[in-house]
């Protein structure tokens, strides 16, 4: 079975840049989330899906975070405009019971 | 709302003898899962092992075992015969159903030889 997919793996941005991050779960899995996690941290959910519905979006910096998942499947991230701050790895994940299968992450880098 | 906490920044465990790490976690729900993930330096996510609050007997997994303590609010994952591939960031999270898991600020272990 195919884990979570995610791309790309790195990303370096100018602040004020827009940047976006890929993500395919693993077939069947309705549920998809993303995660924030900087240097140093747990990872702090952002957004989560229910096939193509958003079921809990309460910490997405909605302002400059953005995230779709068209067709109930893959699912993008974007943020513009990018600021230091959202310097962190983006994790990708996926479930169908209660647990939850990670991708390999994006590491952000905002300059 | 949910708290994790790990009390923990770092452990260090001789190769082959067994350490604990703690996990405290604060809820209002009564139908819950505990996780312990692990977190190499690759950083990909690995589930270690998982506990169903309704149940009462401890989870294991091989080497890992937890102690739940439902009453306490308390999650330790106790890792037996420890071994060079066991170092890794360790994460406690808690979720009710498929929503909502929070995880704590993780814990590093380092494995001597």
Known sequence: EAGVAQSPRYKIIEKRQSVAFWCNPISGHATLYWYQQILGQGPKLLIQFQNNGVVDDSQLPKDRFSAERLKGVDSTLKIQPAKLEDSAVYLCASSKLAEQFFGPGTRLTVL | ?113
Do not use: H
């Open chain 2, 1 to 113: 709302a949910q708290t994790v906490t790990q009390s923990q920044p770092e452990m260090s465990v001789q190769e082959a003898e067994t350490v604990t790490l703690s996990c405290t976690y604060d809820t209002s729900e009564s139908d819950y899962y505990l996780f312990w993930y692990k977190q190499p330096p690759s950083r990909q996510m690995i589930l270690v092992i998982r506990q169903e609050a309704y149940k009462q007997q401890n989870a294991t997994e091989n080497r890992f075992s937890v102690n739940f303590q439902k009453a306490a609010k308390s999650f330790s994952l106790k890792i037996s015969d420890s071994q060079l591939g066991d170092a890794a960031m360790y994460f406690c999270a808690e979720a009710y159903n498929n929503n909502d898991m929070r995880f704590g600020a993780g814990t590093r272990l380092t494995v001597k030889p």
